[in-house]
């Protein structure tokens, strides 16, 4: 069973469980962790959420953050991040691999 929750600010949406998700048509190459950071950049396709909560996203890295929240344990959020930041400010959720 997926979930499916519409963030319309964002335009995302979060399906619970990896199963077969992709990332804008494509599948992952590669997965790294995340350390949420104020200033590091990353560059990935989704997120992984290993631990339920919060996550404060800035997408390319100088706009203001968004924060998505209550994300499940086990979502895969779609929201590409071109040189963007996951913020340690706003973020709650923990265990989260970029899939890029």
Known sequence: MRMRFF????AVLIYHGVGDVQGNNNKFSS???VTPSDTTRINCQSIYVGGTGN???SPDGTSAAVVL????????????LNQGR????????TLLIALA
């Open 86 to 93: 996951i913020m340690a400010t706003g973020t709650t959720a």
């Open 31 to 33: 997965l790294f962790p």
């Open 55 to 57: 996550i404060a996203v």
């Open 69 to 80: 929240t209550a994300v499940p344990v086990g979502a895969v959020v779609p929201i590409e």
């Open 7 to 10: 963030i319309r600010s964002m």
